[in-house]
């Protein structure tokens, strides 16, 4: 049932994915990815195991069931936006969990195939759900401008000076779905950021790797591929998510993030990457149970250049046989 009025500001809204923030922004709510909120906690296994008693099934995405036992720790975010197309028919399931526990949900559709008159109908149907117009969520997209501006110059400093670490990038791009709840907070801390990382030597690794497919999952690989002397100057999906296109309409800007659309979007600003970022190779970083699994070989037939498979399940450190693959990656690309 929809509220009989709009949420008062400060609300605690959960994304389940990147859905256009600006609308939540504009009307004075506070953003929360709930994707980011599950990882960060110490208690990430635990939650995964949390939902599996609840009735889970094993056999289903990792990260669905985090959100799900994330949002039961948090009951003071009092809706939550989830994209029932665009995402996976895993979220759209969880929705409907939620509801039946009478927890409310906002649902947002990205248009497939991608049709701009559909997204700007979804776009307004949002705004006024949230209890704003599309003329806030304008002054909000200017508002944001500056700080956009400095997450693409943070991803420069990754490909051109190396000055940037990868695991840096994917931290604060990653980030950008959300902001980390607070704007200008986080746009404090990326220009702070900034201002200390354009003071570091220029750095250049031996293999310059590129991160494809959703978030990995394993919560040390970035570390090990810097020991093994690969730097991810690349990482798809956080780069997406910061939303790289300037000068855009708030619709255009979501008719050109790629990761709710088809795949072909997505090869194409993989192409452009490989070429522009002067990529050795790539890691493809699938989840288990997750049906953009089946993207890999299209991936891997249309892209000209190594690319190595992964997947994970649990939020764990690699296990040993990835190390290993990893390894052995990185040797033959090396020069």
């Avoid at 599950?38 to 056999?59: C, H, K, N, Y």
């Avoid at 220009?191 to 990382?197: D, E, K, P, S, V």
């Avoid at 800007?253 to 522009?276: S, W």
Wanted: hydrophobic share 40%; proline share 8%.
């Amino acid at each position: 049932m929809l509220p009989s009025r709009p949420y008062p500001p400060g609300t605690r809204i959960g994304l389940t994915t990147t859905i256009p923030v600006e609308a939540v922004l504009a009307a004075g709510l506070i953003p929360v990815d709930l994707n980011n909120l599950f990882i960060s906690s110490p208690w990430t296994l635990a939650r995964v195991s949390a939902a599996e008693a609840a009735g889970f099934p094993r056999t289903i995405c990792a990260w669905v069931k985090g959100i799900y036992a994330t949002l039961t720790d948090h009951p003071e975010i009092e809706a939550v936006i989830v994209a029932c197309q665009g995402d996976c028919s895993y979220t759209q399931a969880l929705g409907e969990i939620l509801e039946a526990q009478s927890r409310e949900v906002i649902h947002f559709k990205y248009p497939y195939p991608r049709e701009r008159g559909q997204l700007q109908q979804e776009l307004e149907h949002l705004l006024a759900r949230l209890g704003t117009t599309p003329a806030a969520a304008a002054r909000m997209q200017a508002r944001l401008a500056p700080l956009r501006r400095n997450l693409r110059r943070l991803d420069r400093l990754t490909w051109e000076t190396g000055q940037v670490k990868g695991e840096e990038n994917f931290s604060y791009l990653i980030s950008s779905s959300d902001f980390a709840s607070d704007p200008e907070a986080y746009a404090r801390k990326v220009a702070g950021f900034l201002g200390q990382a354009e003071k570091r030597p220029r750095r250049s690794p031996l293999v310059r790797l590129g991160m494809v497919g959703i978030p990995p999952i394993f919560t040390d690989l970035w570390d090990y591929l810097e020991e093994l002397g690969a730097g991810v100057v690349f990482n798809e999906m956080p780069r997406q998510f910061s939303m790289p296109y300037p000068g855009l309409d708030l619709v255009e800007q979501y008719l050109r993030y790629t990761y709710p659309y088809d795949v072909f979007g997505r090869l194409a600003d993989l192409e452009e990457a490989v070429k522009e970022r002067r990529l050795d190779g790539l890691v493809h970083y699938t989840q288990s149970f997750c049906f953009r699994q089946m993207f890999d070989q299209i991936i891997r037939e249309r892209l000209a250049i190594p690319l190595l498979t992964i997947e994970g399940d649990r939020p764990t450190p690699l296990d040993s046989r990835t190390r290993m693959r990893l390894e052995a990656f990185v040797d033959v690309l090396r020069p």
